[in-house]
């Protein structure tokens, strides 16, 4: 395959989140071949089982470019040691109804940032937990714990410390072998 579409789900709303931004950063580190696209979850309504048969627009628009994605990337901040609600209510949407989970087969990439020194971890675990049930397949290692400070992106939004940016461009090397031996 020559072109790669890649799922960005960034688990928080605020527009100027450190895990958006981290996001935009690490598409400057993909190679060509490789597209790197946020998608919106802030527009979802809440999940209701109940609506199901007749999904709202914003999650067909959801489970659409997930499905033409060949592999997906979560970028998470960690609220109350687990995952945001709205990364938690775009995951059960794009799984539903039984037997429709989009996620399934896509090889994924976790990574969260975070002004605390532990970096998301265990938000980064628990949404292992959850890939794993829903058959994603997730890259292990190198686990990516991004400690951010306000040093941590240059005025373009570029990694600004070299030796962070040589961890996080070996982290998307990986990813991409991953993403090529993982998709369909």
Known sequence: MSQYQIAV???SLRRDSINRQLAGALAKLAPPGFSLKQLEIGDLPLYNQDDDANQAAPVKRLKNEITAAQGLLFVTPE????IPGVLKNAIDHASRPYGQNVWAGKPAGVLGASIGRIGAAMAQQHLRNVLAYLDAPT???PEAFIHVDDSFFDADGNI???DTRVFLQKWMDRYVAWVKKHAA
Do not use: D, I, K
């Not at 609220?79 to 687990?82: A, F, G, L």
């Open 139 to 141: 890259l292990g290692q």
């Open 79 to 82: 609220y109350n040691r687990s």
């Open 160 to 162: 600004a410390n070299a």
């Open 9 to 11: 789900v960034v688990g």
